[in-house]
């Protein structure tokens, strides 16, 4: 087995709830991690390609960076090591967003890094080609296929065609990598690149599930969820929950095997979140994925587990705040109503101080944040949280300044 | 309206190696021919799905034959006939017990976990037995087959081996359950791997509601591969030596998993040690095989029933062990346990004997084979329980015989030349006995005929009903029942591909229970109580210390049994350890 | 022992080619009724080894014991992961046991 090593990132001081020092000592005593670095600032580094080579001389074949999160750097980072290592034997353990900024409490924000990079280290482990490293689609492990043509009819791109003998062969190209029929394989015999099911659950067994507070294991879709978390994170929101979270391409990739193996291995419950339907990016993701969670809540209660346990959580697409409206400023012409462009304003009779008003209420659902009604405002009633008139004055004079 | 022949497409496919049965022994025989050359064809003709097929279906919890470290493949052969009334062929088991673990640890090395003691050994369940957790060694099995490039034939039922001039076997017919097709696969040789027979004696839980397959043997082997044989002349052995054997009640499950496992002891409703109290002499808790199997049933005539396995003295955290292993076997037992709410700890688990089975891996009937398990057809080979000798086999012994029919095989592929002259007459005469009985017209139905078959069995030739009690006038009437039910399956019509399945069972079954009583008739003693109980022959015949076999004639149909000597390599006496 | 099919959770494995209970049934029992679902053509001669059950994506399958057998409404329910079970029995009084089966190597 091959030596493993780990990159950690302090990120220029943007992590100083987490501490270092005992990462590195937890990480040393275990004999399989030959190297351990710290970097202050890994993506400013021009020395990365020296820093890899000098891991690859003490024995690392197998790498995890531990910094910001792969949304933000993978790229750049799997760019300067790939010439070095082999890039699927490098994986990005998330402990800025996702530990250091998620969680206030140092210990707790510690612990949790340190278990994302058990994570990561597992995946890492266990990341072998069965097949699905020689292209840049899906894979599927013909000899255990029994044709159940699954995969075939709930891809979303219908790039699954059928060989000559009868078994599903995904098209490069066509593929977009969305693991929807990996989620959907009966078998458990289909992969992506670098997502496998074995790899994932290696992940699950790293996880503590004897700590006290309930954990809850998240696999949230690449693209929307797990970015919304990173982006709330960095805002500054912060969760009580005791939260592991597994990036997934898209929820409709989550095989209910793993969801059984979080539960087995002592999960208190598992979320899958995602895109809201009829707007999920492959289209079926969603629907695929609350389907499997229904037919497995019904085993849960036939298990005499309850079924709240595991849940379906849908995040709007937009990020932008809704339009919000003021009551007491809002003179009831209505124009913003004929302007609006998503039919998100309709005409609201309000009992206030005694008498009847019309005013411009807002259907949230329908509201995309455009703000071309506030700007046909007279009563200045309308305003988009994000977009303060004074903020976007505030960006056009630094603008200027350039 | 009968079908017309004709309509029925027919599929011809040619191969180097056909494996009949894609079980255990089927599995291994194919992976070890790939193995030695990877440019063979290798077919599995399998009446189900690789995946699930046979008696591991369900999975297995242990390894009841494996060389343990500190013991000798000369201790086992003497172990292995002390348990059958010292009645085996040595020569073939030697040469099994050398390439059994091998099997096994090779199977862990793809997969399967084996159960490890504090030492990283494997865990000793008894003296040959080992801890498997074996839920998916099937499914594991197959995953190796298909990877190693064997051609799996799923849901094709084989009805007859294929025969040239000189009655050389060189491949088989069959039809696809699903597909309707009729199938003639020509091989330069041929595996037969079907196991062994059950369902041929009525179960005592088979009462017309849902119960008629709660037996312990797979209800789907139903001796098609003796069946073949039988039909093309093929010599048979011991099928005198039936699998009786005390199971749990009711469920018909596995016993050995809890008394060999967890110590338990047999008693009877007295709460006496059975073997130590009743059995003493034949000596108590190390007695034979057949006697264990078989005294519960006696108590029970004795009065002294019901007997159970005494299950009270275990722990919380053994019971749970327990379930576990049964959860790898038979998962539904821990169900049956559940549904009568039984805690074993306070109420043991009842025994009771089973429906008899011909299974040769657990005694020695079954093909008679040659060590590189050539049958005395040219061209066929046999392995696993429908091969005939070696009793205790089980599954690695099973395994073991899959890789020597597969190097026999390939040794004898060497001397065959060209293509076989197989006769357009035989393939038309075999297309129309295999899709005759497919018709809407009156008839009997092949569950009818099953029925009558297992009843008369279980009355006429020693079933469990019988306490395994048979005598010369039960027998005979017995063989001359079978006749008349052969020749009325000329009525037996289905109604669709699964129930022509089911005639062609019921016809294979019939084969077997022919040639069975035929034996039963023969061996005039009472050599194992329980396997074979002569009422008018209570005593061992020491001129009977040899092989009963037999051969059907292919013309005349007549059964001829004869003996064979036995012959000794491992010196000791035969009858203790 | 019949397997009984749970009809809401059933899709007939889309129906595209035969349902996975049927491709994997020793006893060839299991095929696609008319509904479109799984169904068992002759309970009678099921041997409960539970394959179908196992192998069902949607978990719509029940194998339950014979009433000659068991008492009513005792449950096995194996909740299937990548290469472990979680069992779950439940007994005529309501009693749960769980068994954490590995039944693979990696």
């Not at chain 1, 296929?145 to 995904?170: H, M, W, Y």
């Not at chain 1, 597994?246 to 793993?258: F, R």
């Not at chain 1, 309850?306 to 809002?330: F, M, V």
Request: aromatic content about 8%; proline content about 5%.
């Amino acid at each position: 087995m091959s030596g493993f090593g780990v990159l950690l990132c302090r990120c220029n001081g943007q992590m100083p709830n987490i501490d270092f020092e005992r990462i590195v000592s937890v990480l040393s005593k275990d004999k399989k991690i030959s190297s351990v670095e710290i970097m202050d600032r890994l993506c400013l580094d021009p020395v990365m390609e020296e820093l890899a080579s000098q891991l690859k001389a003490s024995g690392v074949e197998r790498l995890v960076v531990a910094a910001c999160s792969p949304l933000f750097n993978k790229k750049l980072f799997i760019g300067n090591l790939a010439p070095v290592f082999n890039p699927h034997f490098i994986e990005i353990a998330n402990i800025r967003e996702q530990c250091s900024w998620l969680v206030t409490d140092h210990k707790e924000a510690t612990e949790k890094a340190l278990e994302s990079i058990k994570m990561s280290l597992a995946k890492v482990r266990k990341s072998k080609n069965v097949g699905n490293w020689d292209r840049n689609c899906a894979f599927v492990l013909k000899n255990k296929c029994d044709k159940c043509k699954r995969c075939v009819t709930e891809c979303p791109n219908q790039a699954i065609v059928l060989d000559s003998e009868g078994f599903p062969e995904p098209q490069e190209g066509k593929c977009q990598l969305c693991g929807i029929c990996l989620g959907g394989c009966p078998l458990k015999i289909i992969s992506l690149p670098d997502f496998r099911l074995e790899e994932i659950s290696a992940m699950l067994e790293q996880i503590d599930y004897s700590v006290r507070e309930p954990v809850v294991v998240s696999f949230m879709c690449e693209r929307h969820a797990y970015l919304e978390l990173d982006t709330l994170a960095a805002k500054g929101y912060r969760t009580k929950a005791n939260l592991r979270t597994i990036p997934v391409p898209c929820t409709g990739a989550v095989n209910t095997s793993i969801i059984n193996d979080a539960i087995t291995f002592g999960a208190d419950g598992v979320v899958l979140v995602g895109c809201n339907a009829s707007q999920c990016k492959h289209r079926q993701g969603d629907i695929l994925a609350k389907a499997r969670l229904t037919n497995l809540q019904d085993t849960l209660q036939r298990m005499m587990l309850e079924p709240e346990r595991i849940a379906y959580l849908s995040l709007s697409e937009n990020y932008t705040e809704k339009c919000q409206l003021d009551i007491e400023k809002c003179s009831g012409c209505m124009v913003c109503s004929t302007v609006c462009p998503f039919g998100a304003i309709e005409a609201q009779t309000l009992e206030h101080n005694g008498e009847k008003r019309l005013i411009a209420a807002r259907v949230p659902q329908a509201c995309r944040g455009c703000g071309i009604c506030a700007g046909y405002c007279h009563s200045a009633a309308c305003w988009l949280p994000d977009s303060q008139d004074q903020e976007i004055l505030g960006l056009i004079d630094r603008a200027m300044e350039w | 309206m009968p079908i017309n022949l004709e309509d029925i497409e027919e599929i011809h496919l040619r191969t180097d190696v056909l494996i009949i049965g894609a079980g255990n022994a089927g599995c291994f025989a194919a992976i070890e021919a790939k193995r030695l050359n990877p440019e063979l064809k290798v077919t599995l003709m399998e009446k189900a799905h690789i995946d699930r097929s046979g008696c591991l279906a369900g999975g297995m919890d242990a390894i009841n034959t494996y060389i343990k470290k500190g013991r000798t493949i000369d201790e086992f052969v003497r172990w292995s006939r002390s348990q059958v009334g010292g009645l085996l062929r040595e020569d073939l088991t030697i040469n099994m017990a050398e390439l059994i673990n091998q099997c096994i640890e090779e199977w862990e090395e793809w997969g399967m976990p084996i159960k490890k003691d504090e030492n990283g050994e494997y865990l000793a369940r008894g003296k040959w037995d080992i801890a498997i957790q074996g839920s998916e060694m099937k499914v594991i099995l197959a995953e190796k087959t298909k990877e190693l490039g064997a051609e799996v034939l799923n849901r094709v039922v084989a009805t007859n081996f294929l025969l040239d001039e000189n009655g050389a076997v060189r491949g088989a017919m069959g039809f696809g359950v699903r597909d309707g097709k009729f199938y003639v696969i020509e091989a330069k040789a041929t595996i037969i791997a079907t196991g062994g027979a059950g369902g041929v004696y009525k179960p005592y839980t088979n009462d017309g509601n849902d119960c008629h397959h709660q037996i312990w043997y797979s209800p789907f082997n139903t001796g098609a591969g003796y069946a073949m044989g039988i039909r093309a002349g093929a010599e048979m052995t011991t099928f005198e030596m039936r699998w009786a054997s005390v199971r749990t009640k009711d469920f018909n499950g596995p016993i050995d998993t809890i008394s060999v496992g967890y110590n338990t002891p047999m008693i009877n409703a007295k709460g006496e040690k059975i073997l130590q109290t009743h059995y003493a002499a034949k000596g108590g808790e190390a007695a034979p095989r057949y006697i264990r199997a078989n005294a519960p049933m006696e108590e029970w005539l004795a009065g002294r029933g019901p007997c159970y396995v005494d299950t009270r003295h275990m722990t919380p955290k053994q019971i749970k062990e327990l379930k576990g292993d049964y959860l790898n076997e038979r998962p539904t037992f821990v169900l049956f346990l559940a549904a009568r709410a039984q805690d074993i700890s306070q109420e043991p688990i009842e025994v009771y004997g089973s429906d008899p089975y011909i299974v040769g891996g657990h005694t020695a009937s079954g093909y008679w084979i040659d060590p590189d398990r050539s049958t005395s057809l040219p061209g066929l080979f046999a392995c696993g329980d429908v091969a005939g000798g070696v009793p205790n086999k089980f599954v690695g012994g099973c395994a073991a015989e899959g890789l020597l029919s597969a190097r026999g095989a390939l040794e004898y592929i060497k001397g065959v030349n060209g293509e076989a002259a197989i006769s357009r007459d035989q393939l038309k005469a075999e297309k129309e006995r295999t899709f005759c009985f497919l018709s809407d017209q009156d008839g009997i139905l092949p569950r009818e005929m099953e029925e009558r078959l297992q009843r008369l069995m279980d009355e006429y030739a020693g079933g469990v009903h019988q306490f395994f009690r048979m005598n010369e006038e039960r027998l005979q009437y017995a063989l001359r029942e079978i006749k008349i039910l052969k020749d009325q399956t000329k009525y037996l019509v289905a109604k669709d591909l699964h129930e022509l399945m089911s005639a062609h069972e019921v016809l294979d079954r019939l084969e077997v229970a022919e040639v069975l009583v035929k034996h039963l008739l023969f061996r005039r003693e009472t050599r194992w109580p329980g396997w074979q109980t002569r009422m008018d022959y209570p005593e061992v015949d020491p001129n009977l210390d040899c092989f009963v076999n037999s051969q059907k004639g292919k013309e005349t149909g007549e059964i001829k049994v004869f003996t064979r000597p036995y012959v000794q390599v491992v010196p000791g006496d035969r009858t203790k350890p | 022992m019949p397997p009984k099919v749970i009809l809401e959770k059933c899709d007939g494995c889309k129906a595209e080619h035969e349902p996975l209970c049927e491709q994997v049934c020793p006893g060839n029992l299991m095929t696609l009724g008319e509904n479109k679902k799984a169904k068992c053509r002759d309970s009678r001669d099921c041997w409960d080894c539970m394959s179908c059950t196992m192998a069902c994506p949607q978990g719509a399958i029940e194998t339950r014991l014979p009433y000659q057998l068991g008492y009513y409404p005792a449950r096995l329910t194996p909740l299937m992961g990548t290469n472990q079970i979680t069992w779950t029995c439940v007994d005529i009084n309501g009693k749960v046991e769980r068994f954490v089966i590995k039944n693979r190597n990696d």
